[in-house]
């Protein structure tokens, strides 16, 4: 079956020529105003779209023109379409696709050079729409709320559906940002105790002084202020799951008390003497070295092997290969939606610089960067700069080594001038060459002292 395309154009004698020239290798729609277009494209769906900008009510304006290239974009963002202009109205072309358009033609159209972009922009369209039926299927390998198609997050994902079944205590290390909480949740919602609640401390985020308090609860008067009984976190989990966050900073002295709780599943509340049987699953988590930590005396060797009976170690999102991209346009979708913008994609630079970045806060800084980059985008596309990770040497890139040289010769040059008002002296004394080396240089470069 022929691939659909859809004229837009309100020339009569045109388009009838187009369509008997197209035919034999397309399925061709036509329109000849921006309603019955963007009409027909909702119903009928074609891949590309040639778009004449002059279009009723007033030909002779653009403002038509690219209503009807936004409202395409907005029904699907892969359309391409290819605006055709007139030879004078090349700014009105490179305006169209700053906003989205995929190419443009200058009438008088060569029917030849328009079947061969047509042919291209349909074979485009067809590559992204294999990939994003690839990237879909790779999606489905994650867990949960987590996505991931490296071997790493693989091997996550089987581990969690292995222990989720049982009620074994599972430690799980990791960088900050690598999900170590969503892990934990990913674990009790495919648990037997997925009915029960789930409640999570951070250990080194309340103050010693309390921290006793929140885990194992207070009798009424156990220390000033404690007007009431309190249940701690750990009896508000009954039944359920308790997660430890940030385990490596519980205080030695909670560790100890910790201990005994984990082996006898009782607990005494603090200025009580009740035993408290607790039905509960632990589960933890850190990112401090729990090695390094006991071979110091910070962390009790026996709590370890109390909670690390089973241990998840989550890869830093550098070490993730192509997680990366997977993850930045699944969550590019999610918020252009959250936030109502017409955001199509990243561009090419962006890519580049996505997988360049080392990611020192693994994927919630990606979240982060991608939801203010969604937020402050005025383009369709992000670049490098909305996602704040443009590189000193971005605008090198491309030129050839030579080229590059002496891009950044010039600049240096130009920038040592600037700081010493011109004197060609202390110039080149800061540059490590001579003062005739520098005059040729400033010759060579044309440039001003």
Known sequence: MSAKILLVEDDEALCAQLRWALKPEFEVLVAGDGECALALFRQERPAVVTLDLGLPPDPHAVSEGFRVLQALLRADPDVKVIVITGQEERRHALEAIAQGAYDFFRKPI????????LRRALHVYQLEQEYRALRQHLEQQGFEDMLGTSPQMQEVFN??????????????????????????????????RRSGPFVAINCGAIPETLLESELFGHERGAFTGAHVQRKGRIELAQGGTL????????????????LRFLQEYELERLGGREAIPVDV????????????????????????YRLGVIVITLPPLRERGDDVLVLAKALLQRYAREYGKPITGFDRQALLALQRHSWPGNVRELENRLKRAVILAEGPKITPEDLELTSPYAKYEGQGLRAAREALEKELIQRALARHQGNVTRTAAELGVSRPTLHELINKYGLKR
């Open 110 to 117: 060569q029917l030849e050079e328009l079947r061969l972009l």
């Open 159 to 192: 581990t969690v559906r292995k222990v989720a079944a049982t009620d074994a205590p599972v430690l799980i290390m990791g960088e900050s940002g690598t999900g170590k909480e969503m892990v934990a949740r990913a674990i009790h919602r495919h648990s037997r």
């Open 243 to 258: 997660f430890l966050d940030e385990i490596g900073e519980l205080p030695l002295a909670l560790q100890v008390k910790l």
């Open 281 to 304: 699953r632990v589960l933890a988590a850190t990112k401090v070295d729990l090695q390094q930590a006991m071979a110091a005396g910070r962390f009790r060797e026996d709590l370890y």
